[in-house]
């Protein structure tokens, strides 16, 4: 009762991108590899498509083949047919990344079994990348994905359309990776190193990589969300979308939703402020990107210490502290781990905002 007297006074809330604003349902539709653009078709998770350059199918080989490669094996999530219909187990961008595979004639059973798993280093939201070391024919290879701004930095060149190792452009990948999320897209980077025996992997082990490409991915809005940010907005309720995804995907996905924001306020951008300029940055914005676990509590803390009732949506572990520390926290019913279930106050059965 007093979780509904609560959702009755909010002035503020703030939802995460993914899942809750969107559907969730990821499909890649673009690839940037040796400085050339490919696009991908086909919709959702049935593995039904190609991949197309100048609408012509792009040959599965070299710096695209490796591509598919790196998305496939650097991956926990399963695909599998239930009837009529495909089914996934794991992360939904990680199924995308295996969809993709598939389009190019890859299967990631057979992958696996050529290239076994050694070691891993899981994905973590402070990190934002994973990784994975498998066995080749006589050396190790370790296989990246993640943010890009995590990530390009620890690159020392690319790879060419020969699959041969080339000097790395990072202007044009930056560029590229900036066309895509202006469009709306979710932009993963690839990257790969080769070692001659099992490296053990580790946090500061990932560095002097070669850069396969980039992923571009599709996560459609819900529908419904647009709506009920209009009803929120003529209740007096602001919304603020609060994400890890790249600044431009977000400022895109949101214009797309209904919050006419100007601009995207980064993590970065936030860790350099202190309490006060934090709590007037919170009233501004309405868009933040590439947040991190710990920035959620402080936005939820300073836009409290300005007199809001704040509502928080979450669904990962990290989440559970800005969950507890919001005036209700609303954990995501079908997505949303145990963890931030236990730590909300209100569990959405169908993750729909």
Not at 78 to 103: C, F, M, N, Y
Not at 271 to 289: I, K, P
Not at 300 to 323: F, H, I
Not at 328 to 353: P, R, S
Request: proline share 4%.
């Amino acid at each position: 009762l007093a979780a509904v007297e609560t959702l009755g006074s909010t002035t503020v809330i703030c939802p995460d991108k993914t899942g809750t604003l969107t559907e969730n349902a990821m499909t890649v539709r673009a690839l940037y590899c040796a400085g050339r653009h490919s696009a991908v078709d086909g919709h959702g998770y049935n593995p039904e498509g190609t991949i197309r350059r100048a609408a012509e199918p792009v040959n599965i080989a070299g710096a695209v083949r490796e591509c598919l490669v790196a998305g496939a094996l650097c991956n926990d999530a399963s695909l599998a047919r239930s009837g009529r219909q495909w089914a996934i187990t794991g992360d939904p961008t990680e199924a995308a990344l295996l969809v993709l595979a598939r389009k190019g004639g890859l299967d990631e059973a057979t992958l696996h079994a050529l290239f076994p798993r050694q070691d891993e280093l899981p994905f973590d939201a402070s990190r934002q990348y994973m990784a994975t070391a498998h066995r080749s024919a006589g050396e190790q290879l370790v296989y990246v994905k993640g943010a890009l701004e995590r990530l390009l930095p620890r690159c020392i060149e690319q790879l060419g359309d020969d699959g041969q190792p080339a000097p790395l452009d990072t202007a044009g990948i930056e560029a590229a990776a900036h066309e895509l999320a202006g469009q709306g897209m979710r932009v993963l980077l690839l990257a790969r190193r080769i070692f001659e025996e099992n490296p053990g992997l580790t946090a500061d082990g990932v560095d002097r990589l070669t850069l396969i490409g980039l992923v571009g991915m599709i996560d459609p809005p819900r529908k419904a969300a647009i709506s009920a940010i209009r009803n929120c907005h003529s209740a007096g309720i602001r919304v603020k979308m609060i994400t890890g995804a790249h600044a431009v995907t977000a400022l895109a996905i949101a214009r797309q939703i209904g919050l006419a924001s100007e601009r995207a306020m980064t993590g970065r951008e936030l860790a350099g402020l202190d309490d006060q300029a934090l709590a007037l940055a919170a009233h501004e914005t309405d868009v933040f990107a590439r947040v991190e676990p710990e920035q959620k509590l402080r936005l939820v803390r300073a836009l409290q210490a300005r007199g809001e009732v704040v509502a928080m949506t979450g669904d990962g572990v990290n989440d559970a502290p800005a969950l507890r520390q919001a005036n209700i926290g609303i954990a995501m019913g079908l997505g949303g781990t145990e963890v931030a279930k236990e730590a909300a106050a209100m569990v959405l059965t169908d993750d729909n905002f």
